[in-house]
């Protein structure tokens, strides 16, 4: 099943204007067959890195894209090959001068760390960077949102014949991940000890960020600790979501909230095989939460940051998303179909004034429950969200 994806015109008008675009996101998100979809519009030229035979046409680089000057070539796992860097400079340079200011290249990466500190060095003002996040929910309306949920947005799991198979997947994809995949990207890690990390941080889904106490329970000091999560971040698997600070008067939480960020991804952690177990875990509220956080940052339009709220006093609001013309809008996640609102989540919007206050439930009814208020399903919040 060939499923649109909403980054498609982005992706489109970026290569309109800018001569380099670097699409990241994990390994199975879609950025191949989203690229291979945009470049036959171009006619473009796919090179994949993995293959020995395509990285045997870079040998050397400079011969084989001068001889191309005038398609667009898709560089798949750029980052195997970070000396291509330096290459591609001269090559959008000379192409500029002859007159050709943008479409050249389309690099797709599986992280951000070795592609954006190449990239950033060698690169700067020729390239624009997108993201594209697994399965997201306004890209998946035709499908149940609890699917999504439980299965997470990577679309060979959730698309998967059955439960079974889509865990089987996930499972697999993990492995691969810590066996194959991230030894690329730095210093050699032990699988087994990267994925207790992986799964300590999922049992500990939307919880503060305590990294000595995390380094104690791996055995490890907390700066190891802290590299692994930076890891984890850089290959955007996990998200460090940021407290706001504000000028207040209150004494803020300063700690940031860490969440895996494919519930999918999550609930395989966990071994969690099916709704029903789901639904028995302790895990199920902050996977909910973190489901919410994931889906309406994937569909926020650019320049809207998120954010969480909590002082000391108790005062707390879930997700705030901070819009570029400054405006707050407070985002309180419930799992209840009757969802009540405590006095913390009053006493953060009466510090912090946001224009829109909604409470994102699992139900499919949008309604007011205050007078500046709403209840709403995070599908029609995504979809007012994205704008």
């Not at 050699?188 to 939307?206: D, P, S």
């Not at 889906?295 to 705030?320: K, T």
């Not at 919007?349 to 500046?372: I, N, Q, S």
């Amino acid at each position: 099943m060939m499923i649109k994806r909403l980054l498609t015109a982005e992706l489109e008008d970026a290569l309109a204007h800018s001569p380099a675009v670097a699409l990241l996101g994990p390994r199975q998100a879609g950025k191949t067959t989203l690229a291979l979809a945009v470049g036959e519009k171009h006619s473009a030229l796919y090179l994949d890195l993995e293959s020995e035979q395509d990285r045997a046409k870079l040998d050397p680089p400079e011969l084989y894209l001068a001889d191309h000057v005038e398609r667009l070539v898709i560089i798949d796992e750029v980052h195997r090959a970070p000396g291509l860097f330096p290459v591609l400079r001269g090559l959008i340079d000379r192409h500029r001068r002859a007159g050709r200011r943008a479409g050249q290249y389309l690099l797709l990466g599986s992280a951000s760390l070795d592609l954006l500190k190449q990239s950033g060095e060698t690169l700067a003002g020729r390239v624009a960077y997108l993201e594209l996040p697994p399965l997201h929910i306004l890209e998946t309306s035709h499908l149940p949102a609890d699917s999504l949920w439980l299965r997470g947005g990577f679309p060979d799991s959730l698309l998967a014949a059955s439960e079974a198979r889509s865990l089987r997947w996930r499972q697999d994809f993990i492995r691969s991940y810590l066996e194959r995949d991230i030894p690329q990207f730095g210093p050699r890690i032990a699988a087994e000890t990267l994925r207790r990390f992986w799964t300590m941080l999922a049992h500990n889904q939307g919880g503060m960020l305590n990294v000595a106490q995390l380094a104690r329970n791996l055995g490890v000091d907390a700066k190891t600790a802290a590299g692994y999560l930076d890891l984890l971040i850089d290959l955007l698997l996990v998200r460090r979501l940021p407290p706001w600070h504000a000028n207040v008067g209150k004494r803020l939480v300063k700690s940031p909230k860490v969440f895996v960020r494919d519930s999918g991804l999550l609930h395989a952690l966990l071994a969690i095989a099916d709704k029903e177990a789901l639904s028995a875990h302790p895990v199920l509220g902050q996977s909910w939460e973190g489901f919410v956080v994931e889906n309406l940052l994937a569909c926020a339009p650019h320049g809207v940051d998120g954010y969480f709220y909590r002082s000391s006093g108790g005062a707390e609001i879930d997700l705030l998303l901070a819009r570029p013309d400054g405006g707050l809008w407070a985002v309180e996640i419930k799992r209840s179909l009757a969802p009540k609102l405590q006095r913390g989540f009053h006493s953060a919007c009466a510090d912090l004034k946001p224009v829109r206050k909604f409470v994102v439930y699992p139900g499919a009814e949008r309604y007011r429950l205050a007078e500046d208020i709403e209840a709403i399903p995070l599908g029609e919040l995504a979809a007012m969200l994205r704008g």
